[in-house]
């Protein structure tokens, strides 16, 4: 490969790290064409951009980068994949369910809400790292749900007001 077309590399992949706000580190040398096709599908699908790279490439994108992403510097051995997401669980869900019919890909490390991530045991970890319309969803509920009790006992209390005057009113007579 010429110096221009890795010059060209490291451009493109420094390039998908500011446009992704996260990405995982995979290992899928052992797959099959077929099943490296279910698997590119499965990420189609799911909005996520699969990449296999060099590892030096990869490592001099990553220090070109605006970020210190040194700590994934060790897991940048073997046969490398990059998988770019906007969502930080997503990549993770998407491995965890490919996994229960193949035993790669195996995560060797992530860069999920500015935090790194390093290991297959990291896995369960990032598939519950919730995304911000979850959290927002999360936070809208918790406000809601002082209302609802306000409004439910005002209901409630209504009816036994109403109740008890009814009662009162029919005692009189």
């Known amino acids: 490969m010429r110096r221009e077309e890795k010059s060209a590399i490291i451009e493109n992949l420094t390039a998908k790290l500011k446009e992704y706000s996260h990405f995982y580190l995979t290992d899928t040398?052992?797959?099959?064409a077929a099943d490296t096709s279910d698997?590119?599908?499965?990420?189609?699908?799911?909005?996520?951009?699969?990449?296999v790279v060099k590892n030096t490439l990869l490592k001099r994108a990553l220090e070109e980068s605006e970020i210190n992403f040194e700590e994934l510097y060790p897991v940048l051995k073997g046969t490398t994949s990059i998988m770019f997401s906007n969502t930080g669980n997503g990549p993770a869900k998407l491995i965890k369910e490919f996994?229960?019919?193949?035993?790669k890909p195996v995560l060797k490390?992530?860069?999920?809400?500015?935090?790194?991530?390093?290991?297959?045991?990291?896995?369960d970890s990032l598939v519950s790292v919730k995304t911000k319309e979850?959290?927002?969803?999360?936070?809208?509920?918790?406000l809601q749900s002082p209302v609802k009790n306000v409004?439910?006992?005002?209901?409630s209390g209504g009816n036994?007001?109403?109740?008890?005057?009814?009662?009162?009113s029919k005692k009189n007579n």
């Not at 499965?42 to 699969?50: A, H, Q, S």
């Not at 490390?109 to 990291?122: K, L, P, T």
């Open 151 to 155: 409004i439910s006992a005002l209901q």
């Open 109 to 123: 490390g992530a860069y999920v809400q500015e935090s790194f991530y390093v290991g297959d045991n990291m896995l």
């Open 99 to 103: 996994r229960r019919s193949h035993d």
């Open 39 to 51: 698997l590119r599908r499965m990420c189609f699908k799911n909005d996520v951009k699969l990449i």
């Open 29 to 32: 040398a052992a797959l099959n």
């Open 134 to 142: 979850e959290l927002v969803g999360d936070v809208i509920s918790l």
């Open 160 to 168: 036994t007001i109403h109740g008890v005057l009814e009662t009162l």
